[in-house]
């Protein structure tokens, strides 16, 4: 039976999907969906003038799907003389004009916009009915049911359940191949390759011009470049994306999935990850297009299971840490870290060639892949000692992909080791050496990888020495770091005095 009276549907821009469990079921003669830009979204961080393009023209496109699908949109745009810029201020500007008996929101994807939803109830007198977001494969009692009672929450254990859950890369109750994971035979440095995929680039049609000229009028001061936008702003594109990959990039995805080149900012990862984290592409799908390619023989097991794992396994962990630890996660600072990041994270512009090559393509396009993530911006700031509030602010402005459910786990968590061992086992920490391996970016720097000391040393190897020896007291019964601490302990003192010197000597020059 349809309830009686107007049902008002908030869809926020992270909820672009027409198969939304707040949509699910509902009556399109007696709702309303309302759709929101507001300040608040917009200013709650710097964003990256790409991710405001993105997020907008993606709403904006969403809104025209919606209505193509029957359903009566609201839409309130930025430059709404009206616009309240918030999403509560929305929320009580709609109900003068819909008059609806209740609302009906798919829960919201951080701690921030969780608080609105749940005032809403009490400060409009309406019933508010909040709704799992069935795009995830793991519900939150799934994930505490998992996580209660271990002593450490390791996402590969995480991971075998949800393979088991979704049948997976599973014969009967057995992994593929007899293994659960295959990275043993990934991880390998890449050679620069004319053949290599190219994400599609997508011309901007007329909505995204207005947006981009909006952002570039409103948001000039924000980071970023806003040149050259070719990102997928509507499913159909996103999906064209989605094949691009299965096509030419998943067989070579594992092997490669961790090396780095200059010049190539997408390697054979899928670009994909902004279109599912708004809500354009269903993750579940993706794996059974893998999965569907593995068993056609068109890519091969390391490269099928490592994709997967990457979203059932890593993205669903994410999101069950980021919820289980609740809205001081953020606070977080197990290393007592404090340094300011140096303001070349906003400008790109370090002789560091593998800091420039990293910076560099994010602030052109807001995104950079996993490993240069990890290994080289975040690792730089884990050894500098910055503050990992602000290194999570950062990641959080500047990428594509980033809302805070995801964002936060893994900048604060497994890249900074804020939670002092929850995500990561060890702190991502690396020399030159692991940067030397992993890419092609040494030559081209002006400094020596191979040197520790002396003023064209690699800045990366006396910071590591200096990383370890600062935080002995709280690393250093740490058996995965057993071997770096043995090496150091070895060292004899003037060596060790000459490496802190030299790290020291480098970190002023930040400040
Ligand atoms: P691919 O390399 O093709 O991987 C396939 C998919 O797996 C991705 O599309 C993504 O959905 C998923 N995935 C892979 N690794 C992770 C991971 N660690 N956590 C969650 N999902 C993962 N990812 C985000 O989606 N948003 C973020 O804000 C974000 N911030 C990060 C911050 C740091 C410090 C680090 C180290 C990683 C972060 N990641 C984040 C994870 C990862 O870097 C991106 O998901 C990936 O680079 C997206 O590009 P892609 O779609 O080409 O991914
Ligand atoms: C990130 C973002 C931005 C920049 N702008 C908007 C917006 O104007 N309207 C909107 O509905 N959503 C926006 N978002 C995404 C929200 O911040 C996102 O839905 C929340 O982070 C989820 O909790
Ligand atoms: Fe980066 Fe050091 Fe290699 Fe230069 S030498 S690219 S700073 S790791």
């Given at each position: 039976?349809?309830?009686?009276?107007?049902?008002?549907?908030?869809?926020?821009?992270?909820?672009?999907?027409?198969?939304?469990?707040?949509?699910?079921?509902?009556?399109?003669?007696?709702?309303?969906?309302?759709?929101?830009?507001?300040?608040?979204?917009?200013?709650?961080v710097r964003h990256h003038k790409t991710k405001?393009?993105?997020?907008?023209?993606?709403?904006?496109?969403?809104?025209?799907?919606?209505?193509?699908?029957?359903?009566?949109?609201?839409?309130?745009?930025?430059?709404?003389?009206?616009?309240?810029?918030?999403?509560?201020?929305?929320?009580?500007?709609?109900?003068?004009?819909?008059?609806?008996?209740?609302?009906?929101?798919?829960?919201?994807?951080?701690?921030?916009?969780?608080?609105?939803?749940?005032?809403?109830?009490?400060?409009?007198?309406?019933?508010?009915?909040?709704?799992?977001?069935?795009?995830?494969?793991?519900?939150?009692?799934?994930?505490?049911?998992?996580?209660?009672?271990?002593?450490?929450?390791?996402?590969?254990?995480?991971?075998?359940?949800?393979?088991?859950?979704?049948?997976?890369?599973?014969?009967?109750?057995?992994?593929?191949?007899?293994?659960?994971?295959?990275?043993?035979?990934?991880?390998?440095?890449?050679?620069?390759?004319?053949?290599?995929?190219?994400?599609?680039?997508?011309?901007?049609?007329?909505?995204?011009?207005?947006?981009?000229?909006?952002?570039?009028?409103?948001f000039a001061d924000h980071p970023g470049s806003l040149?050259?936008?070719?990102?997928?702003?509507?499913?159909?594109?996103?999906?064209?994306?989605?094949?691009?990959?299965?096509?030419?990039?998943?067989?070579?995805?594992?092997?490669?999935?961790?090396?780095?080149?200059?010049?190539?900012?997408?390697?054979?990862?899928?670009?994909?990850?902004?279109?599912?984290?708004?809500?354009?592409?269903?993750?579940?799908?993706?794996?059974?297009?893998?999965?569907?390619?593995?068993?056609?023989?068109?890519?091969?097991?390391?490269?099928?299971?490592?994709?997967?794992?990457?979203?059932?396994?890593?993205?669903?962990?994410?999101?069950?840490?980021?919820?289980?630890?609740?809205?001081?996660?953020?606070?977080?600072?197990?290393?007592?870290?404090?340094?300011a990041l140096p303001g070349f994270y906003w400008t790109g512009e370090t002789?560091?060639?593998?800091m420039a090559?990293a910076l560099g393509q994010t602030l052109a396009t807001a995104?950079a892949?996993?490993?240069?993530?990890?290994?080289?911006t975040?690792?730089f700031a884990?050894?500098?000692?910055a503050d990992?509030?602000q290194v999570h602010a950062w990641y959080l402005e500047v990428y594509?992909?980033a809302?805070?459910?995801?964002?936060?786990?893994?900048?604060?968590?497994?890249?900074?080791?804020?939670?002092?061992?929850?995500?990561?086992?060890?702190?991502?920490?690396?020399?030159?050496?692991?940067?030397?391996?992993?890419?092609?970016?040494?030559?081209?720097?002006?400094?020596?990888?191979?040197?520790?000391?002396?003023?064209?040393?690699?800045?990366?190897?006396?910071?590591?020495?200096?990383?370890?020896?600062?935080?002995?007291?709280?690393?250093?019964?740490?058996?995965?770091?057993?071997?770096?601490?043995?090496?150091?302990?070895?060292?004899?003192?003037?060596?060790?005095?000459?490496?802190?010197?030299?790290?020291?000597?480098?970190?002023?020059?930040l400040?």
């Amino acid at each position: 039976m349809t309830p009686e009276g107007t049902t008002l549907v908030p869809v926020l821009g992270d909820q672009l999907s027409l198969g939304l469990s707040s949509l699910a079921g509902a009556d399109p003669a007696t709702t309303v969906v309302l759709m929101m830009e507001v300040s608040d979204e917009t200013a709650y961080v710097r964003h990256h003038k790409t991710k405001l393009v993105y997020i907008l023209s993606a709403m904006r496109h969403h809104a025209q799907a919606l209505r193509e699908a029957g359903w009566r949109v609201d839409y309130v745009a930025l430059d709404d003389p009206e616009n309240s810029g918030s999403f509560t201020g929305e929320i009580a500007r709609a109900i003068q004009r819909h008059d609806p008996a209740r609302i009906a929101v798919t829960e919201a994807g951080e701690w921030r916009v969780t608080a609105m939803l749940d005032s809403w109830e009490t400060l409009f007198g309406i019933p508010v009915k909040i709704l799992p977001d069935t795009r995830f494969l793991a519900t939150h009692a799934e994930f505490e049911a998992w996580a209660e009672g271990r002593k450490a929450l390791r996402m590969e254990f995480f991971y075998r359940e949800m393979r088991r859950k979704t049948g997976l890369l599973m014969n009967g109750d057995k992994p593929a191949g007899g293994e659960w994971n295959y990275d043993t035979q990934n991880r390998k440095p890449a050679k620069g390759d004319l053949l290599m995929p190219r994400p599609h680039a997508f011309a901007p049609d007329a909505i995204t011009r207005a947006v981009i000229a909006l952002v570039a009028a409103r948001f000039a001061d924000h980071p970023g470049s806003l040149d050259g936008f070719t990102f997928a702003v509507t499913a159909a594109d996103a999906e064209r994306q989605a094949d691009l990959f299965f096509a030419h990039a998943l067989a070579d995805f594992g092997p490669y999935e961790d090396a780095m080149l200059s010049g190539e900012r997408y390697l054979w990862h899928s670009i994909l990850s902004p279109y599912i984290n708004s809500g354009l592409l269903d993750p579940l799908d993706l794996c059974r297009r893998a999965e569907a390619a593995y068993r056609a023989g068109r890519a091969p097991l390391n490269s099928v299971e490592g994709y997967i794992r990457q979203i059932i396994g890593w993205r669903e962990y994410m999101r069950g840490i980021y919820w289980r630890e609740g809205p001081d996660y953020v606070t977080r600072n197990f290393l007592d870290h404090h340094r300011a990041l140096p303001g070349f994270y906003w400008t790109g512009e370090t002789d560091m060639h593998c800091m420039a090559e990293a910076l560099g393509q994010t602030l052109a396009t807001a995104h950079a892949h996993h490993i240069q993530r990890l290994m080289v911006t975040g690792n730089f700031a884990l050894l500098i000692g910055a503050d990992p509030a602000q290194v999570h602010a950062w990641y959080l402005e500047v990428y594509l992909d980033a809302y805070e459910w995801v964002e936060l786990p893994n900048t604060l968590g497994m890249s900074q080791f804020g939670d002092g061992g929850l995500i990561a086992s060890k702190p991502y920490i690396a020399s030159g050496a692991y940067i030397d391996r992993m890419s092609d970016y040494c030559g081209r720097c002006r400094y020596d990888v191979k040197q520790r000391i002396g003023p064209d040393a690699c800045p990366f190897n006396a910071l590591y020495w200096d990383f370890l020896a600062r935080h002995e007291d709280t690393l250093g019964d740490n058996m995965r770091l057993a071997m770096p601490y043995r090496n150091w302990r070895r060292t004899d003192p003037a060596n060790q005095q000459a490496l802190r010197a030299q790290a020291a000597g480098f970190l002023d020059t930040l400040d």
